[in-house]
């Protein structure tokens, strides 16, 4: 067989595959496991605070910077440019090499000697990790019609609270039983075994494939369209209203989200009174149960309500952030609460706990539940040849501010406030971070009064 003839008969199977149900939700579960891989070596940091700071003598502030600034700063600035690529080559193979490169240097984290040399491994774990994202964004978008790509979305976004619950599980007690470095070195190694399985079973869809009408006809076979300059792409968003409100409302609500995720661990620790391997079973636990459940119920409602008004998908996550903040303040507080309700009790006894626990299920839920339908709106302020780049910027936004500013905000305001409260330094930092959902909630009802006019079909 010619060249040309393996590349049409290639092209054509991965086009039966894409209409294939079955391999359909099998690249979406496969795209989840890389998410959970994501965030899994993305988030551990969180749950190994308190080893690293005893090692290293660091301050809050420092920590900060290790799980902010450190990732951040390239993960946010190298997805523009990989997301060009991913829009005009393979975004399997940049998603293939993302993942083995940010798992690798996960693992190099494990030999860390000190404050500089983690700082570095840390920012080489960004530098995979933003060619994990976007190109997944798109992928998903080219798999799914458009019915049903708010699911698919909020679907995959199931890798966060997987890879969170399972870094402060996993994390945590590899921890407390072989040291800290072993937990960086077996996650990191785990990734790096399932890239091959990535590249050998997932197959790129034909872009815009599923954007045409199920009335349409079906024509022959034609070039791919190509993707457009960056330029034009920037020069599309950057008159939308919604594109600006839409990513800046995401970074606020992340700032508190990704900062608030890094520090619990180390909350429960400090006010609770928590062990490390208790926290890891005590946390995972809140995430992964709080953090499913919020982000399907956010894809769902989106995908139900947005066939009747664009204006559901900023709507929905704006309602769920007024509703979190209290329910964050009042689970923090859950010793005082049962402290009325049984005098004498202790305050971080098991009952404290317990309603702890129930409580801040609702947040962790409410604060994901932006993911599935600000992603799917994102994906509609553009065609199908610029989704990859899209989705780039808006994550460069959401990044750059969320995970940087987020965790080394919480980590400085807590030394700020250490003369004041001493240990209990965290807890009203964290209260302060809680302006920030306030924000979000403000910028996603602005947006809701322009996205229907800044939408692509």
Known sequence: MSEIGAAKAEAAAVDARAASPGYRYYVLGILILIYMLNFLDRQIIGILAAPLKAEFNLSDTQFGLLGGLAFALLYSTLAIP????????????????????????????????????????????????????????????????????????????????????????????????????????????????????????????????????????????????????FMQVVRTLAPKPSFWLLSFGAAASSVCGYGVAAWLPSFFMRSFGLSLSQTAWYYSAIVLVGGVAGIWLGGSMADRLGKKSKSAYPLTPAIAFLISVPCFILAMNSGAVVGAVMPGSDPNGFASLALAFAIFLIPTGLNLVWLGPITAAVQHLGGPTMRTTASALFLLINNLLGIAVGIYYFGWMSDLLRPAFGEESLRWAIYTGMGFYLLSSALFICASRTLKKDWVD
């Open 82 to 229: 990989i997301a060009w690529l991913a829009d005009r080559f393979s975004r399997v193979w940049i998603m293939t090499g993302a993942l083995t490169i940010w798992s690798g240097f996960t693992a190099l984290c494990g030999v860390a000697g000190g404050f500089g040399s983690l700082f570095l491994c840390r920012m080489g774990v960004g530098i995979g990790e933003a060619g994990g994202v976007a190109p997944a964004y798109s992928l998903i978008s080219d798999y799914f019609p458009k019915s049903q790509r708010a699911r698919a979305l909020a679907a995959y976004a199931f890798g966060i609270p997987l890879g969170m619950a399972a870094g402060t599980l996993v994390g945590g007690l590899l921890a407390a039983t072989y040291g800290w470095r072993t937990a960086f070195i077996v996650v990191g190694v785990l990734g790096v075994l399932v890239a091959p399985v990535l590249r050998l079973t997932v197959k790129d869809p034909k872009r815009g494939g599923l954007d045409m009408e199920p009335s349409a006809p079906v024509a022959a076979p034609v070039e791919a369209p190509k993707a457009p300059p």
